[in-house]
């Protein structure tokens, strides 16, 4: 398994500023994900992340809109940058520890934009 | 490409069981089971990697049907710790590691 701890758990942001949200894990990984779920919908895919090389955006989303930092195999961060409201929404970080195959998620980062 | 999940909700009685359906148009490598609780992460429930495999712990099991690209979740004899929003998520043939998620079923548990 993997704990992960995410912050900040909440914010509240105004419109055209930028907020990072940070990743950390309890243990080395090789892929970081980064999930956006937005009020009653599903787990989108915003990008993965590999340390030592630029996240795989997927796509709708971009790098400009999203940057992703991955300075080592236990740590990342998402800036979401120039919010707008469409933005409010929880953003999950997750991790597959290896050899288990196993999703885990961190416990969300629930940003709202006014 | 986005797995399809069925139905979009289910409401039963405690004890009764149900099915949670999730096909794709792709070749798939693996499927994956989440149950979201409101207000909570998702929580890993089980992962199917073979074809016709199936798998279980307490009264919750599922199938994966590699031919024909599909997997059911099955809840049997439901519990009020059921309730929640389950997701399945799929992963290509391409092994990519990358999981992308149906839209969801919504179940609800009464007493």
């Known amino acids: 398994s993997a704990v992960i701890s995410q912050k900040p758990s909440r914010d509240i942001c105004q419109r055209g500023t930028s907020l990072t949200i940070q990743c950390q894990v309890d243990?080395?990984?090789?892929?970081m994900f980064w999930y956006r779920q937005q009020p009653g919908q599903s787990l989108t895919l915003i990008a993965t992340a590999n340390q030592g090389s630029e996240a795989t955006y997927e796509s709708g989303f971009v790098i400009d809109k999203f940057p992703i930092s991955r300075p080592n195999l236990t740590f990342s961060t998402l800036t979401v940058s120039n919010m707008s409201p469409e933005d409010s929404s929880i953003y999950l970080c997750?991790?597959?520890?290896?050899?288990?195959?196993?999703?885990?998620f961190g416990e969300g980062s629930r940003l709202t934009v006014l | 490409q986005q797995p399809v999940q069925s139905p979009q909700a289910v409401i039963l009685r405690e004890g009764e069981d149900a099915v949670i359906n999730c096909s794709s148009s792709?070749?798939?490598?693996?499927v994956h089971w989440y149950r979201q609780k409101h207000g909570e992460a998702p929580v890993f429930l089980m992962i199917l990697l073979k074809g016709g495999e199936q798998k279980g712990h307490d009264k919750i099991s599922a199938s994966f049907n590699e031919k024909k690209q599909q997997s059911s979740l099955y809840l049997t004899a439901s519990q009020l710790s059921y309730s929640g929003t389950y997701f399945c998520?799929?992963?290509?043939?391409?092994?990519?590691?990358?999981?992308?998620f149906g839209k969801g079923t919504r179940l609800h548990i009464l007493p």
């Open positions: 792709k070749a798939l490598y693996s």
């Open positions: 998520g799929t992963e290509t043939r391409s092994r990519d590691d990358k999981i992308i």
């Open positions: 243990s080395q990984v090789t892929m």
């Open positions: 997750s991790v597959i520890p290896a050899n288990t195959g196993e999703l885990f």
